[in-house]
């Protein structure tokens, strides 16, 4: 029981920082499509790339 609780907690902590980040990328996201950004440019992680047919992106990271 204890390890299950162990693992229930790591899993939990994975998770807390999986939707941290989401939050983060659709904050940034949020203010990208506001123009509050002195940079035009969009940074790469809010970037969505086109996949080719055997599974990798046009540039060149796997997906």
Same mark, same amino acid.
């Given at each position: /029981?204890?390890? !299950?609780?162990?693992? *229930? +907690?790591?899993?939990? $902590?994975? *998770?807390?920082?999986?939707?941290?980040? *989401?939050?983060?990328?659709?904050? *940034?996201?949020?203010?990208?499509? =506001? =123009?509050?950004?002195? +940079?035009?440019? /969009?940074?790469?992680?809010?970037? /969505? =790339? !086109?996949?080719?047919? =055997?599974? $990798?992106?046009? +540039?060149?990271?796997?997906?």
């Amino acid at each position: /029981m204890e390890q !299950e609780l162990r693992r *229930a +907690d790591g899993i939990s $902590k994975i *998770a807390t920082q999986i939707i941290g980040n *989401a939050r983060t990328i659709l904050s *940034a996201q949020v203010a990208y499509q =506001n =123009n509050e950004s002195a +940079d035009p440019t /969009m940074p790469r992680v809010l970037q /969505m =790339n !086109e996949v080719t047919e =055997n599974g $990798k992106a046009l +540039d060149g990271v796997r997906h």
